[in-house]
């Protein structure tokens, strides 16, 4: 199966923001704010706000087509190259039913979204059309201070660009919560990074190359516990998978029965290879010191190797990579072809 990549916005391009998933800009609208000015002024980009894109968390909860409505009509505009979701949220999966996938396949335009939006990115996917898992507007455009270059970088590459191309690990990254959310006067206050100790490469050693396919890990277990949108197998085989989890901060058992989950319907097994973004260890209702959040991590690490495996033992995993719910990232073409080569370390998008 071969995925149709949308062709690359152009600076100067509209683009639209929409809210298929959350309304956490009705909220916080200085967040929103900053980053339709991220689109402006760092990128070149003319934003186009839907209705959606203000309306509150209760009117898109109880109106899953009018999300749905949105998706379409920016897809359908002529005059839009892009499509940005604003933020993530929980039940993505229930605006779903209300697209179709001939209209956004006759219409091919690049979408960037995370976190809730892997249902969305899915669906492209069974649509035939390669999706950004990353550069959504609010939480990874506009973050506190200035955007990280790294996350510029590859944004850049993701908007304008026919590929990202490979890709190398920040040389920082922070998960550290704020109130700016709720506190505009803190949008200038750059939270504290922390060096990158790079990624971490377990399983075999066989250079592969396949289509991406995944997203952020809670999002996958609603699309296995649904079963209604989930591609034919067959269609994996070969493929790589790309697995995040969320600020949520799931314990390895819950990540596991993810993977075991995949592993007992036959998906495991059919890819080649595992890329990992890197796991939060903080939240806004949890802050553990850095010790106990290291070794959050390196257990959440330990137990998806050993479960990948479980089911898959030829499969290079690369942990940590800088994509997912943490600062800063590289947007993933979810559909996209991508080489991963255990031998020289080296991850590159073709």
């Known amino acids: 199966m071969e995925l149709l990549t949308p062709p690359p916005m152009e600076p100067g391009d509209r683009v639209a923001v929409i809210a298929p998933s959350g309304g956490g800009a009705r909220t916080a609208p200085h967040v929103l704010e900053l980053g339709l000015e991220r689109l402006r002024s760092v990128f070149d980009l003319d934003p186009v706000v839907f209705p959606t894109a203000r309306q509150t968390a209760e009117f898109l909860a109880a109106n899953p087509s009018a999300r749905s409505a949105d998706v379409h009509a920016a897809f359908e505009d002529p005059s839009i190259t892009g499509v940005f979701a604003t933020i993530g949220g929980w039940e993505q999966i229930r605006i779903l039913r209300h697209l179709d996938a001939d209209r956004l396949h006759a219409h091919p335009t690049r979408f960037f979204g995370m976190s809730d939006n892997t249902n969305l990115s899915?669906?492209?996917?069974?649509?035939?059309?390669?999706?950004?898992?990353?550069?959504?507007?609010?939480?990874?455009?506009?973050?506190?201070?200035?955007?990280?270059?790294?996350?510029?970088r590859y944004c850049k590459r993701a908007f304008f660009g026919e590929t990202i191309g490979e890709i190398e690990p920040a040389s920082e990254w922070t998960d550290e919560p704020s109130t700016w959310w709720t506190n505009p006067a803190e949008l200038d206050d750059k939270?504290?990074?922390?060096?990158?100790?790079?990624?971490?490469?377990?399983?075999?050693?066989?250079?592969?190359?396949?289509?991406?396919?995944?997203?952020?890990?809670?999002?996958?277990?609603?699309?296995?516990?649904?079963?209604?949108?989930?591609?034919?197998?067959?269609?994996?085989?070969?493929?790589?998978?790309?697995?995040?989890?969320?600020?949520?901060l799931p314990s390895p058992?819950?990540?596991?029965?993810?993977?075991?989950?995949?592993?007992?319907?036959?998906?495991?097994?059919?890819?080649?290879a595992v890329l990992v973004g890197r796991a939060p260890g903080r939240s806004f209702l949890e802050e553990p010191p850095r010790e106990e959040r290291e070794a959050y991590r390196e257990r959440l690490y330990d137990a998806i190797i050993a479960e990948v495996e479980r089911y898959n033992p030829d499969a290079p995993v690369v942990l940590g990579l800088d994509w997912g719910h943490t600062t800063p990232i590289a947007p993933l073409p979810i559909g996209g072809c991508v080489e991963v080569d255990p031998v020289r370390e080296r991850i590159a998008f073709e």
Do not use: H, K
């Not at 996917?125 to 990280?148: D, H, K, R, T, W």
């Not at 995944?214 to 994996?236: H, V």
């Not at 596991?256 to 080649?272: A, H, K, N, Q």
């Open 253 to 272: 058992r819950d990540v596991v029965r993810t993977l075991i989950s995949m592993g007992e319907r036959g998906l495991l097994e059919r890819f080649d």
């Open 122 to 152: 899915l669906a492209l996917f069974q649509a035939g059309i390669v999706s950004y898992n990353g550069g959504q507007v609010m939480n990874e455009l506009a973050v506190p201070g200035e955007l990280p270059e790294y996350t510029e």
């Open 191 to 248: 939270p504290a990074y922390e060096p990158n100790p790079g990624w971490r490469w377990a399983g075999g050693e066989t250079v592969v190359s396949g289509m991406l396919w995944g997203g952020c890990q809670p999002i996958l277990n609603q699309q296995l516990a649904a079963d209604r949108y989930l591609p034919n197998p067959s269609t994996l085989d070969g493929a790589v998978l790309a697995l995040e989890t969320s600020e949520e």
